[in-house]
Antibody, heavy 120, light 110 residues
């Protein structure tokens, strides 16, 4: 069974940093692209970033470009999102999701999400 | 303001059929695949339709998808109270080099 489990969320002050992790199991991790998406409280879904299976190619939403960095460790089947210069508007549940290619056609499955709260 | 446009809400009675619209442009829906996601209250999104009209294994044939030009539609027949959820469309946007979601449509089964 394919499983994605996010961790690393929490409360951080504006301007601070946080690193999210997504542990994958049940599939050959290095063969698939991976993505982060988020959902602010009471709002819709927003795609954040994607990375190819090799880790060479990455894409970012304009809202996080220059502040967030996506990476992966294929030896550990783990996806990461390094978030710097955090703002109040980054408060959201962050989900990781698997896609077949780095230019995704769909996301399946999704993890259960981890909550990031940016507040003083 | 989402790149893909969805109505905020739809409602229908149990057993009825409902459709969800998703409107985009040539740079997203017009030239790329559309997928649809169901998000039940308090849970993570779940893939319902991929490649415009394909159902993943385990998704009943009550759910269907279609695409025409720069718009896509999700249909649900035989509505059940358990279908009450938020439904999102999504597609790659070749101009933005980014994935875009619609704002989501909340389904109420009366």
């Amino acid at each position: 069974e394919v499983q994605l489990v996010e961790s690393g969320g929490g409360l951080v002050q504006p301007g601070g940093s946080l690193r999210l992790s997504c542990a994958a199991s049940g599939f050959t991790f290095s063969s698939y692209a991976m993505n982060w998406a988020r959902q602010a409280p009471g709002k819709g879904l927003e795609w954040v970033s994607g990375i190819s299976g090799s880790g060479i190619t990455t894409y970012y939403a304009d809202s996080v470009k220059g502040r967030f960095t996506i990476s992966r460790d294929n030896s550990k089947s783990t996806l990461y999102l390094q978030m710097n210069s955090l703002r109040a508007e980054d408060t959201a549940v962050y989900y990781c999701a698997k896609s077949t290619t780095v230019v995704p056609d769909w996301f399946d499955p999704w993890g259960q999400g981890t909550l990031v709260t940016v507040s003083s | 303001q989402s790149v893909l446009t969805q109505p905020p809400s739809v409602s229908a009675a149990p057993g009825q059929k409902v459709t969800f619209s998703c409107s985009g442009s040539i740079s997203n829906i017009g030239n790329n695949y559309v997928s649809w996601y169901q998000q039940l209250p308090g849970t993570a999104p779940k893939l319902l339709i991929y490649d415009n009209n394909q159902r993943p294994s385990g998704i009943p044939d009550r759910f269907s998808g279609s695409k025409s030009g720069t718009s896509a539609t999700l249909g649900i027949t035989g509505l059940r109270t358990g279908d009450e959820a938020d439904y999102y469309c999504g597609s790659w946007d070749s101009s933005l080099s980014a994935w875009v979601f619609g704002g989501g449509t909340k389904l109420t089964v009366l």
